[in-house]
Every structure is written in C-alpha cells, then in structure tokens.
Nanobody
Framework: QVQLVESGGGLVQAGGSLRLSCAASESIFSIPAMAWYRQAPGKQHEWVAIITSGGSTNYANSVKGRFTISRDTAKNTMYLQMNNLKPEDTAVYYC????????WGQGTQVTVSS
C-alpha cells in the first residue's frame, strides 16, 4: 500500500508561483501513473495533470502552459510546479498513485488571492 504525503501549499497572490510535492512511502519507479487532482469549494474533484512511468505527461486545458508535473524517482517524489497562478486555481490539491488500486494523499491547500 502506497502512502502519499503532499506539501508545498499556501497563500499566494495572483501571478505568483508555488511548487507542490508528493512524497511516496515506496519506490515510484514502477508506478504506472501518478497524477494531481484538485477540489475547489463547492465544485467537483478535478483532474489537473498526469505523469506516466515512461515520463509522458498530460494536462487539463485549464492549467496547460502554466503547470508542470515532474517526478524524481531517486527521491520517490512527484512535483507540480504552478506558475502564473489565478484565483480560480484555489483548491485543495491531492496527489494520486495509480497501480492496481488508487492511492491518495491527504491534500494540501492552495489559495490564490486576487
């Protein structure tokens, strides 16, 4: 069972940047896919970005060109670099590891002020 711990959230002004981290309890080298999701108040869970074990990435249209997903297999950590943040990016961000099951972290709050 993979345990995931997110960190790096906080309060930032519009146009600013944050980098989220997702530390895994075991090697992420062979995890088929890892992803970031977010949930804003009163809204549904939303997929943000995904990275596969082969290094392929994909992004939701709402963050494409502003967010970058990456991973460091030596540190068993996945990242989400968020640039040019907008108030509508305010949400709790969750990391996900997809193996034979889905594993989730506890979430980290990102608040973007206008």
């Amino acid at each position: 069972q993979v345990q995931l711990v997110e960190s790096g959230g906080g309060l930032v002004q519009a146009g600013g940047s944050l980098r989220l981290s997702c530390a895994a309890s075991e090697s992420i080298f062979s995890i088929p896919a890892m992803a970031w999701y977010r949930q804003a108040p009163g809204k549904q869970h939303e997929w943000v970005a995904i990275i596969t074990s082969g290094g392929s990435t994909n992004y939701a249209n709402s963050v494409k060109g502003r967010f970058t997903i990456s991973r460091d297999t030596a540190k068993n950590t996945m990242y989400l670099q968020m640039n040019n943040l907008k108030p509508e990016d305010t949400a709790v961000y969750y990391c996900n590891a997809h193996t034979t099951a889905d594993y989730w972290g506890q979430g980290t709050q990102v608040t973007v002020s206008s």
